[in-house]
């Protein structure tokens, strides 16, 4: 070994989160400006609502989970997107995008690893581990 | 063999480890997925990372007697 490092992940390509949504079957919306979440699927109008709550329901993007009551939504953020999300249970997407929409962004780094690394003329290896998923990049 | 190991959870969470590389190359071999991926926020250096990939030993011979 040389060295480890554990990274913070940061959504930088709309592309490979595309790729991703693609490949867990959920829908993706471009340029959706708002998502669902608790607040704003109580039946009220979005103008009725706080200035805050209306704010807190704009985005950029958003993906549709289906058979989900609520959406993601997808917020830029200088160089990188962000993930808005209502976990609350009734919405269900707890069990489809995993807690903390790990099962998304695992399937977000897959992608972008593999298109990355293979440009790079990567050989890349994916394997399944326990609670995950392992690719073996070698020159 | 010179590898570099990716684990990405279930949780999202992301490791990386480099294997068979000696010296700094790993930090240079590696650097393009922590750029690609987002911030590191941590770093274990092994022994290998302080093994050089050339190293030279200097002989010297004592002149003065």
């Excluded at chain 1, 962004?105 to 050989?123: D, N, S, V």
């Excluded at chain 2, 990716?6 to 997925?33: H, M, N, P, W, Y």
């Amino acid at each position: 070994m040389s060295h480890i490092s554990r990274i913070e992940l940061q959504i930088k390509s709309l592309e490979d989160l595309k790729a991703a949504c693609n490949e867990l079957g959920f829908q993706f919306c471009e340029g959706q400006e708002t998502y669902r979440w608790y607040e704003n699927t109580r039946g009220i109008d979005l103008d009725a609502l706080s200035p805050e709550i209306q704010q807190m329901s704009r985005c950029d993007h958003a993906i549709r989970v289906p058979r989900c009551k609520f959406d993601i939504g997808i917020v830029k953020q200088d160089d990188h997107y962000e993930l808005r999300w209502d976990d609350y249970y009734t919405g269900g997407l707890v069990k489809k995008v995993g807690k903390d929409a790990g099962l998304l962004k695992q399937a977000y780094t897959l992608h972008k690893i593999k298109r990355e690394a293979r440009a790079k003329g990567y050989r890349v290896v994916q394997k399944k581990i326990d609670q995950g998923v392992r690719l073996i990049l070698s020159a | 063999m010179k590898e570099i190991v990716v684990d990405i959870s279930d949780q999202g969470e992301v490791r990386l480890e480099t294997r068979g590389f000696k010296g700094k190359a790993c930090l240079r071999e590696s650097r393009f997925l922590k750029d690609l991926l987002g911030k590191e926020t941590f770093q274990q250096l092994t022994p290998a990372y302080y093994q050089d990939q050339k190293s030279t030993t200097r002989k010297y011979l004592n002149l003065c007697g």
